[in-house]
């Protein structure tokens, strides 16, 4: 049983804040960088306003009470579970493009087919690998769509090597209507 003299505020409500604001400013840094990274800058600073505060605040609270290891383990837990849920957040907003490369000695005219019925701009290149004839399929797309690549991908060639690489930037052509691959094979096969 707790007696009545316990405090409350230094040995556990403090701990907790501490390591509620090591979360915070931890994800935020997560963020900033993710942000930085894709040349936004202001995002980037906004957040690292925040990081910056919130990461002040929990020095603050340690530095006045170093004769207590629970808030050295309440500040090093924060900055883990930070790391965590920093990745986890940057995973949800899934910012950027990627593209996604297919590596198949298979026919992909039903991959490239499919991917054009989705919306998807193919490119194909034909290359030569150590066992032949190899097919490259490229598909430059938002990262919050990649999963849809990737099942229609599991659904016409489960055995294909791929690849996911992030995009710094991008520029979108000029010619105001795109021939895809889809609509060549689509004639094709007429």
Known sequence: ????????FPLVILPILIF??????????TLRIVFISRD??????LIG??????WLLAVTQIMQRLSSPIYYVAYAGGFAAGNFVGLQIERRIALGMVVVRV?????????IGALGA??????????EGLTGPVNVVNVVVARKKTGTVLEVLRTHNPDAFYTIEPIASARASEHPQHRTLFARFARQRK
């Open 20 to 29: 509620m604001a090591r979360i915070f400013d931890v994800s935020c840094g």
């Open 1 to 8: 049983m707790i007696s009545p003299d316990f405090e409350w």
């Open 103 to 111: 590596f198949t000695r298979r026919e992909v005219e039903a991959l």
């Open 49 to 54: 306003f925040f990081e910056s505060m919130f």
């Open 118 to 127: 989705e919306g998807y701009g193919v490119t194909l290149l034909r290359g």
């Open 40 to 45: 936004m800058a202001i995002p980037a600073s």
